[in-house]
């Protein structure tokens, strides 16, 4: 196949995944919308009910003491609790649920197959590593935070119910990609020509993968915290996971990423010193690196300080992930400096 | 710093009220620096400190945006000139910030890491007396003997790296010292990239210069087109390398919708080590410097110089010169200036645009419509009057200064086309066009050190946040019927979980394994 022919492949594959996991989309907001839709009193009273009983045991197991033990235990077991409640009131509705949420996420991983092989022929038609331009960073990254989204539910099924909300910030992207970023498929300037944009870029992608779906986690969250302080049950927040655990896969995505990120950092400043002279400058990209870097160390901190751990860590992690966003669009957009390659049509 | 409350030296916010007098203050005022919510104060403060130096140019990166920002905002302009906006990154401020964070870090890692050294030495602690209180727990009953039990599982553990103490019926094990090593170390390797910082920031060098075909470059410092040195830094001591540019190639791409974006720079030098060395030809490109001792030369930029001869009223040659010209756009629409301050009956000097292709439009005036020089055009205009090179104020050489000159003609040239010049001041002739290429030549003493303490920081940080720091603890009692019940459990010290699979993992290695499978007793 000629170049031009795994071009025009390599986006037809694009289109396919956003129509496939426009599906999934629904597919996850169907799943979250049945089974408790229906029959709720009943749902809601045994829900209660139980609740009550666990929350005598889980008073039981504080006074028992276990020091500065996790208690995790307690909170897993109310929701596991709620879950089965929400089975045991509406059996045929959840069956359904679960059928959509199968359907949902096989179509997401056919979705993220699709990616990939769009990745593949771009990288085909291009002959070098597909990330050398904003279109091809956003397709990449949106592929990551599926990726990432797959391999975490995996481990954790409960994470599921996320998914209409890994979904939308994946097809904004795409679109976004396709319609305002993209650039025909060729080769690079010479500036990009390094074995460094492999190392380099490649690490930035999936940072920015795993930090977005950190940031989508953080607000999940966010949400399940606020009714759980406010004593709010809701059809989103009966299938969640407890706050805390949800806080616990946040911080365990931002801990991933940030020795990654400082990688990035790092292989980009080798790769300035090799190409420019000076492994810092300074440039606004790199500046907005760094904030991103100092915030999310400020992340961090913050877990382990008194009065800082929780929602206002959350918060600083939600200004880190918007630091990092803002390097991508508004520091290619409105600033100029050494990193402006991105391709864009107006430039 | 990155480790849980339950690992932290630092005081407890609730400091008491300062005694009067300075050791009271002095000593209030470090353990406030010294705190954590103090760090990530600061830590913000950098953020946002940094934040500046992107918005408005900078004259580290960009001298002549700071000058022109400056001219045109003539209020504004001068006080955030004050504010040291246009070197955000060597401001005061600034090193305030950073140094006061690393007076921060170094009272946060001198106490941990003497707490980490005791840690070190000391033994896990002794086994709880109930253990089924653990959320981690496991608990069976087999018929092998306590002791057997306890030294199977201190096999098991001591092979996994585990630090074990066992009595006759317990073992108490604890693992992942490393994690707190490794949260010292990634403090402690920050401190030293800011020391490699420092040195390059003293003792490097960096500097620019443009070399036209055919030209040549020696290291020395009248040669440099802009230079800069750290304060403790040589400059009579630069390596006595050379360089002839022999052919600089740019090629870019022809038609399609990227028509025109480059794709390659080579520039063919010919290098002299040192005077009298013999030459080598070495072909620079913009990721791949040439590398002369420690300093290297880079290619960061290209441009074209059109040939120009200018001769007098009786045909004799006044100057004879390649003029860079300096690019403006993607096309390399290039500006220039040609100033001849003798030899004529005054001084007189021309601007130009140089088009490498060249399309003359009546109404748009000429436009480069590609950046290789496939059919190039000069526009110039006649000024005469004074250059202004006396006044000692430093003048580009791109541009002319106009202001005490008086505008004359314009022509249109093509390669070989010669212009009469009004007013006897002779002639000019187009007649090539040559490129030349800028470089970029650095010597940062502080890099390798830089590099390693990077290095060591992302090893230290990857250990302090994937190490789990955990204990483990086993009791073999000899139950009521004489067999014995062996319970196990286990408590992370660091947030992450998988220390049941851990559990589970010691129980299938112990040589006294049960007969069915153990019950999983959860507590509540």
Known sequence: ???????????????????????????????????????????????????????????????????????????????????????????????????????????????????????????????????????????????????????????????????????????????????????????????????????????????????????????????????????????????????????????????????????????????????????????????????????????????ATAGWSGRKAAAIALLGLSCFVFNYFGVNIWFTGLHSYGGLPNK | MTDNAVLSTQPHEAVRQPGLGPRGLARWAWRQLTSMRVALLLLFMLAVAAVPGSVFPQRGANPGDVLSYLDQHRTLGPWLDRLSMFDVYSAPWFAAIYLLLFVSLVGCVLPRSRQHVRALRSRPPATPRNLSRFADHRSFVTDAEPGAVVAGAREALRARWWRVDVTAETVAAEKGYLRETGNLLFHVALLFLLVGIALGALFGTHGSVIVVEGGSFANTLPQYDSFGAGRLASTSGLPPFSFTLRDFRASYERGGAQDGAPRSFEADLLV??????????????????????????????????????????????????????????????????????????????????????????????????????????????????????????????????????????????????????????????????????????????GKEPVFFAAMAALAGLMLSLFVRRRRLWLRATVDGEGRTLVEVAGLAKSESGGLGRELDDLLARLPARPSDPYPAEEPA
Not at chain 2, 340 to 358: E, H, K, N, S, Y
């Open chain 2, 272 to 445: 002299r080590d040192a005077p009298g060395a013999s030459p080598r030809l070495q072909t620079v490109e913009v990721n791949s410097p040439l590398e002369v001792g420690g300093t290297k030369v880079f290619l960061i930029g290209h441009g074209y110089a059109p040939r120009i001869t200018v001769r007098d009223k009786a045909g004799n040659v006044i100057s004879s010169t390649a003029v860079p010209f300096l690019p403006r756009d993607g096309k390399f629409t290039s500006m220039g200036a040609i100033k001849i301050p003798d030899g004529g009956p005054t001084q007189f000097g021309f601007r130009g645009v140089f088009l490498p292709t060249a399309r003359m439009d009546k109404v748009e005036g000429g436009t480069s419509t590609f950046p290789a020089a496939d059919s190039p055009g000069l526009l110039l205009s006649l000024w005469t009057g004074d250059l202004g090179l006396d006044t000692g104020k430093p003048q580009s050489v791109y541009s002319l200064d106009t202001s005490r000159m008086k505008a004359g003609p314009l022509r249109s040239m093509r390669v070989g086309d010669t212009w009469t010049l009004p007013d006897g001041l002779g002639s000019i002739t187009f007649d090539g066009v040559s490129e030349f290429a800028s470089f970029n030549i650095a010597h940062d003493p």
């Open chain 1, 1 to 303: 196949m000629s170049q031009q022919t795994f071009a025009q492949l390599s986006n037809g594959l694009v289109y396919g995944a956003m129509g496939v996991l426009t599906i999934a989309m629904f597919a996850y907001a169907a799943e979250l919308a049945f089974g408790t839709r229906s029959r709720v009193g009943r749902g809601v009273a045994a829900l209660a009910a139980r609740e009550s009983k666990v929350l005598v045991a889980a008073g039981g197991a504080v006074a028992a003491g276990a020091a500065n033990g996790p208690l995790t235990a307690v909170p897993v077991a109310r929701h596991l609790d709620g879950a089965e409640a929400v089975r045991q009131a509406a059996p045929e509705r959840q069956r359904r649920a679960d059928q959509f949420g199968g359907v949902a996420f096989s179509l997401t991983r056919l979705g993220l197959l699709l990616m990939v092989l769009s990745m593949v022929g771009r990288g085909l038609a291009a002959r070098r590593a597909p990330w050398g331009n904003m279109y091809e960073f956003s397709v990449a990254s949106a592929m990551v935070v599926l990726a990432v989204f797959v391999a975490v539910t995996r481990r954790r099924p409960e994470l599921r119910y996320l998914g209409t909300f890994v979904i939308v910030p994946v097809l904004l992207t795409l679109g976004a990609a396709i319609t305002f970023l993209y650039v025909p498929a060729g080769p690079l300037v010479p500036a990009l020509k390094s074995y460094w944009l492999v190392i380099h870029v490649a690490a930035a992608i999936v940072c920015g993968g795993v930090f977005s779906l950190g940031g989508v986690v953080t607000v999940m969250y966010l949400l399940q915290d606020r009714w759980e302080r406010r004593g709010v049950t809701n059809r989103l927040s009966r299938r969640l996971p407890p706050s805390d655990q949800l806080d616990q896969s946040a911080y365990r995505l931002f801990a991933f990423v940030f020795p990654l990120w400082t990688f990035a950092i790092v292989a980009g400043a080798i790769w300035a010193e090799n190409a420019w002279g000076r492994y810092w400058n300074w440039d606004p990209k790199e500046t907005w690196a760094f904030i991103t870097w100092v915030v999310f160390a400020g992340y961090l901190h913050a877990r």
